[in-house]
């Protein structure tokens, strides 16, 4: 009988020795799995859109409007990098003071404002553009300058980019007030977290 | 002795409860890990790409398909949304009957149907198209009407876009039978759980 | 007396029983959160990001280039796949030996280098071109051809589109040295790993 009572405690000890180091390990587990998800929801793509605006064409810039408001509207945040000809989009005037004879070329042959650009296809001198946007209103589709109002209404983030400003000699002054300006990094950080990038 | 007893069962006791309140404990963070899981695996991006057909040239629509067909054939999902320029490709016909003037512009000057479209470059009143088109024959490259019937059979999805459509003037007996209409909610709805998005 | 010790032993053997199940229900739900976060693990999008160059624009290969070397230098993966006209980007010479005369008249009107390239706007037959480089060139900003380089240098993975070379007959000899050629299986493969991609 006291030999048994002894297995009988041996048994218990042991059986708890393992039932400690079981819940042990579960709690190392635990923790290295709370440790991975928070590094996996960091990492996932944010409710984002990023969208280069590289295009200084009515349809394609206006193609990245609606897709720009759509998602802002859906609730999504959006980032807008405007480069190249796609700053004519956000220019509201042309200075020439204190420009060299380039920059004062590019000034005058690039366009101020969306009410500017043309068509990429079927322009006609502008003809086909003035028919589009005779359409446009008649079907109640906001023009790009509406398009243009309501992103910045709902939120959008519109950087436009600082080299592209340097090469075509565009003055900050020349851009819509209240405009971020920036660099690759600046779209880069933005589209590693998008759900969807365009390139426009 | 007693005593000694005493502090044992107090100890036990002790033990017991700390023991039941790491398990508890443990219990609750595995909840939210599964929890918090759930959520990162409904986030995470499907086996999708989502592709934007604006573009109207031969050789642009033909990338896009390559890639769409090339998708489809790795078991991807693919959604592909055709708006301005892009229509032209799904077209089968022309219809003037029951269109204003200028839709009925829009109707003759824009394409109709895969075979129709020019090329961005070396296009040359159509040559450069043709020449390459029996390169592609002699290479037994599928050419772009093929890849088009081949995405389909593939269960590709292929959405037109409705507001393109409507300032086109663009009537969906034009356009291939069996399509999807759609706007930029339903684009975004795609996009967003995509691996990959395309503006082409 | 003899009773209340019987109870006491059937809840305790009861209670440790409950113990042991909760022990093991958790170790099971621990073992499946391990197997699925290992899922999502392989499944998220790495630090990588993924271009496909179509255009043969000067101005927009550009854009490729300054988006490409950024992302290096800020230690992202970088994936570039040059297609149709792309391909003159990576072309160091023309050979016209042993191609047959569309190959040749290809050969001969497609750029070979990035400064044979042309603006997509306001190229004035080449003079745009040349003010946009000394712009450049004064703001101490990258050449094209300078890029191209940093990318190389920086590990970008640049890849020559097999089928393009063959409709457009353009060699491997034609191309810089050390280039990867695939297809579109190679591009999705890195694609629907990366966090953003862009068609250019």
Chains 1, 2, 3 share one sequence.
């Not at 000890?13 to 393992?18: G, K, M, S």
């Not at 109002?149 to 209240?178: H, N, T, W, Y």
């Amino acid at each position: 009988m006291s030999n048994h009572v002894t297995v009988t405690e041996q048994e218990a000890l042991q059986e708890t020795t393992e039932l400690y180091q079981r819940l042990h390990d579960l709690e190392n587990r635990v923790l290295e799995l709370e440790q991975r998800q928070k590094n996996l929801e960091r990492d996932m793509p944010e409710p984002r859109i990023s969208i280069v605006v590289m295009s200084g064409d009515y349809d394609r810039v206006l193609a990245a409007f609606v897709i720009a408001t759509g998602a802002a509207a859906m609730g999504l945040q959006v980032s807008m990098f405007f480069t190249f000809w796609g700053l004519g989009v956000l220019r509201q005037n042309r200075r020439l003071r204190g420009k060299g004879l380039l920059e004062k070329a590019f000034t005058l042959l690039t366009p101020a404002g969306a009410e500017e650009l043309s068509l990429s296809r079927l322009n006609f001198a502008g003809l086909g553009l003035r028919l589009l946007k005779r359409q446009m209103r008649q079907r109640n589709i906001s023009s790009l300058s509406e398009l243009i109002a309501f992103a910045r209404d709902l939120g959008v983030r519109m950087v436009a980019c600082q080299m592209s400003m340097d090469v075509m000699g565009i003055k900050p002054e020349e851009l819509q007030p209240g405009l971020e300006t920036g660099g690759v990094a600046t779209f880069l950080a933005d589209a590693t977290k998008s759900k969807a990038t365009l390139f426009i």
